[in-house]
Nanobody
C-alpha cells in the first residue's frame, strides 16, 4: 500500500524549532517529488517546500518559509524531513506531505491522497 505518514508536530514556543517527518511506505521516495503543505484554521492549504527527484532538488515558498525551513531526504530511511526554525505563531497549522510539489498547481488541485497531517502549534 502506497502511503505517506506525517509526524513530529507539537507545541513549541515562538522562536523554537521542530523537525517534521514524512515516512513513505509502498514506494521509494528517492525518485519522487515530495512536497510539504500546511493548513491553518479557517485558511486554505498552502505550499511550503518540495524536494524533487534523484538529485534532491529543493524548492521553497519564500513567502512562507523566509529562510527558516530546510527540507531534506534520507533515502535509506525512505523519509523526507522539514526542519523548521525560528517558528512564529503564524506557523501554527496542520502540516501535510504529499507526492506533489507546491509549484505544480494543477497536480496539487487534483491530488486526492492527503494524509492526516501533523499539528504544529506555536504559542507561548
Amino acid at each position: 500500500q502506497v502511503q505517506l505518514v506525517e509526524s513530529g508536530g507539537g507545541l513549541v514556543q515562538p522562536g523554537g524549532s521542530l523537525r517534521l517527518s514524512c515516512a513513505a511506505s509502498g514506494f521509494s521516495l528517492e525518485n519522487a517529488d515530495i512536497g510539504w503543505f500546511r493548513q491553518a484554521p479557517g485558511k486554505e492549504r498552502e505550499g511550503v517546500s518540495c524536494i524533487s527527484g534523484p538529485d534532491a532538488i529543493r524548492s521553497y515558498v519564500d513567502s512562507v518559509v523566509k529562510g527558516r525551513f530546510t527540507i531534506s531526504r534520507e533515502n535509506f530511511e525512505n523519509t523526507v524531513y522539514l526542519q523548521m526554525n525560528s517558528l512564529k505563531p503564524e506557523d501554527t497549522a496542520v502540516y501535510y506531505c504529499a507526492e506533489v510539489c507546491p509549484g505544480d498547481y494543477y497536480a496539487v488541485s487534483e491530488y486526492q491522497w492527503w494524509g492526516r497531517g501533523t499539528q504544529v502549534t506555536v504559542s507561548s
